[in-house]
């Protein structure tokens, strides 16, 4: 499967974002789908995470600011950022990884910049 991010982008603090992750084939409902994201000078790190069953995950300093969600039908992935901090600037990547295997795919990173 291919991925394609999109929606990044310059925000003000406590503006909000929607990240979109869209991915190619037929197969895409059988991956378990995930954002990361890599600020200058830290390792990356996952932020949120959406199974083939819609269950969700979230890194704390997102909790109650990000929503992550999926569109089967459109093969996409959202993560809807809300209460951006200068601290959620980054480059955010997806990720897809299918169940029960080892097929695992990038997109092409997506750049964040909240300004204080």
């Known amino acids: 499967v291919q991925l394609q991010a999109s929606g990044g982008g310059l925000v003000q603090a406590g503006g909000s974002l929607r990240l979109s992750c869209v991915g190619s084939g037929r197969t895409f409902r059988f991956y378990a789908i995930g954002w990361y994201r890599q600020a200058p000078g830290k390792q990356r790190e996952q932020v949120a995470s959406?199974?083939?069953?819609?269950?969700?995950k979230y890194v704390d300093s997102v909790k109650g600011r990000f929503t992550i969600s999926r569109d089967n039908a459109q093969n996409t992935v959202y993560l809807q950022m809300n209460s951006l901090k200068p601290e959620d600037t980054a480059v955010y990547y997806c990720?897809?990884?299918?169940?029960?295997?080892?097929?695992?795919?990038w997109g092409q990173g997506t750049l964040v910049t909240v300004s204080s």
């Open positions: 959406v199974s083939v069953s819609g269950s969700t």
């Open positions: 990720n897809a990884v299918i169940v029960g295997g080892t097929d695992e795919y």
